[in-house]
């Protein structure tokens, strides 16, 4: 089989212009990585010839040896799907996990995203938690954007309200929204803070930036960040028609956290 024609390849196009469809991803705006599994891009790529070495800002040792699929830095994902050894490409951690492996893509000196650093950070993070875990996606989510210059920036405040504008938000992320400052993009800094929460919440809001969101699968981590995003879309329409006049209670959402077996992030809801 030809790499482009398999099932991971074609849903991570089909997932960027998904993401670009939204409104998330204008311009350049938006970055994915997906750790792929080593026998199955074996079957479809050559790994032993390197097109090209990429130096890294970040030491990513804990990852040597490990292969991803991830967007390019200035890359519209407006362009991937029809356009993909330009705008995407396939690397491998080198050993000293301070320089990368071009082996597809990225055609014309292209290089990976720019938020690299944070990517493999929240790679390492996930991983820790969670054997399975594989994606990590960031984006311009526009609601959730709105909302970091209009809602209470702590994360229960804003987990609370999501979870309070659709009635399955609490099942699809039960553990919360984590919100880090603000800080440049692109930096270690920016990397190891985002790191940090992904240890609890697999959602990362970035104040007046995006969103990071993590998953086992591509379509799990944008059916995640799709999720909140349609809860701050109601808020807007909430409080575009007047504000709320009656809510889901916390009674409400410990019913359901019992009815679907899942466990709400401690002290989260009010039940006195
Ligand atoms: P890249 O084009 O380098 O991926 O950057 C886009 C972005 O959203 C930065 O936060
Ligand atoms: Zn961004």
Redesign the pocket.
Known sequence: MNLQETKFFKTFCNTANNMYQHGWDER????ITLLLDKEEIEKVLDVTEVKRVIPMIFDASELAGKYFLV?????YFKNVKENPEKNIGIIRVQENGKNIDLLWGLEDGAVP???LPSHFMSHIARLKVDDDHRVVM???ASHLLAMTFTHDLTEKAMTRTLWQMCTECLVVFPEGVSIIPWLV??TNEIGEATAKKMIDTRLIIWPF??IYGSGRDLDETFGLIETAEKAAEIYTYVQAQGGAKQCITDKNLSDLAKAFEITPREGYLNLN
Request: glycine fraction near 32%; charged fraction near 10%; hydrophobic fraction near 0%.
């Open positions: 350049n705006g938006g970055n967007t390019g830095s200035g890359k995203t720019s938020e960031h984006c311009h993009p692109g930036h995006g």
